[in-house]
Each structure stands twice: as structure tokens, then as C-alpha cells.
């Protein structure tokens, strides 16, 4: 049972704020330099972030090699 007792889950991940959830930056231009795009450095091109439950889980998951 989840210690709120309500026996759901919490929220284990959320959209990227970075990509807004499609995993790609979009390349882009300032000034006169053209940055390229490619996968989001903050979700790794998933599209998604842990949140801290989820964090939470992950290393728990890693601490007993479930």
C-alpha cells in the first residue's frame, strides 16, 4: 500500500519542459549562428522526466537489482 493509503501510484514522470515532450530540440538560430537540433540533453530524447516520486522509485530499483 502507498503511505497515503490510498493504494495508487503517484505521478513517476511528466512531459519535458525542454522539448515539451517530443524528445527533439528543433534547431535554431541566434544572431548569425545556426544552433543544430537533436535529441533534448534533458530528458535524453525520451520525451519525459522522472518525477521526484519517480526518482525515488528508480533508485530503489537499482538499490535491490529488482
Known amino acids: 500500500m ?5 493504494g495508487a ?10 522539448c515539451v515532450g517530443n524528445g527533439q530540440i528543433p534547431a535554431r538560430r541566434v544572431g548569425n549562428t545556426i544552433h543544430s537540433g537533436g535529441s533534448c540533453n534533458e530528458c535524453y530524447g525520451r520525451g519525459t522526466k522522472a518525477t521526484e516520486d519517480g526518482q525515488r522509485l528508480l533508485a530503489f530499483i537499482r538499490r535491490h537489482g529488482v
Open 2 to 6: 502507498i503511505s497515503d493509503g490510498s
Open 9 to 18: 501510484l503517484p505521478v513517476l514522470e511528466e512531459v519535458c519542459p525542454a
